[in-house]
């Protein structure tokens, strides 16, 4: 299995924060050239959720890589978790399994979206939050971004790890060179007490 690192321009890492390298399965297609997906590793694999997984990925341009055999950056590494070739077929399961029903969502009431934009109401902002996502179908989402990926032309390529830093608020950005790029889906599985254990302990 192949292992690598990708590198860091030190002009993306900004503020003080926690830094750790993360692990992500790479992906890439035996069809087309020039890009690959990178699929959770430890904070879904952890919460045991394939769609998670899913959900987290992020697809890369290959050309946009600076790969490297040890970590550019000293810092804690997290072990990845069932990270082989079993990933690629925990991915293509996903098409054969029932469709989800739809998430309920509370009633949007118009003084809500003031109290948002006024008073920065956090009770307001999640009633609002649960509206909107009551129009979307989880199993919907997912056969969409299977659709896009298309699991079945995919290869497994091994274990890539991307520098994560997670800064005083406990948000987490993830760094691709000289990019930072903030993941508010890692941040939400980051944060559960059994996750961010495992992450302290790094």
């Not at 600076?66 to 082989?84: M, N, T």
């Not at 989800?100 to 979206?113: K, L, M, R």
Request: hydrophobic share 45%; charged share 25%; proline share 6%.
């Amino acid at each position: 299995m192949r292992l690598a690192y990708i590198g860091v321009r030190e002009n993306a890492l900004k503020g003080a924060g926690r830094l750790v390298w993360y692990p992500f399965a790479r992906l890439d297609p035996a069809d087309e050239e020039g890009w690959c997906l990178l699929i959770d590793c430890f904070a879904a694999a952890l919460a045991g959720s394939s769609t998670a997984r899913l959900l987290l990925s992020r697809r890369l341009e290959v050309s946009r890589l600076e790969l490297h055999p040890q970590p550019p950056i000293d810092a804690p590494r997290l072990e990845p978790v069932s990270c082989g070739q079993e990933v690629l077929q925990e991915i293509k399961t996903l098409r054969s399994r029932p469709g989800g029903a739809s998430v309920t969502f509370s009633p949007f009431e118009p003084v809500d979206y003031a109290a948002v934009r006024m008073l920065g109401s956090r009770l307001a902002l999640r009633r609002i939050e649960e509206f909107f996502k009551g129009f979307v179908k989880p199993h919907e989402m997912v056969e969409a971004l299977l659709e896009a990926v298309k699991p079945e032309r995919l290869t497994y390529w091994g274990v890539l790890y991307v520098l994560l830093q997670i800064d005083e608020k406990r948000r987490a950005f993830f760094i691709f060179g000289g990019r930072r790029v903030r993941s508010t889906l890692h941040e939400a599985y980051l944060m559960r007490e059994d996750v961010w254990r495992n992450i302290s302990r790094g």
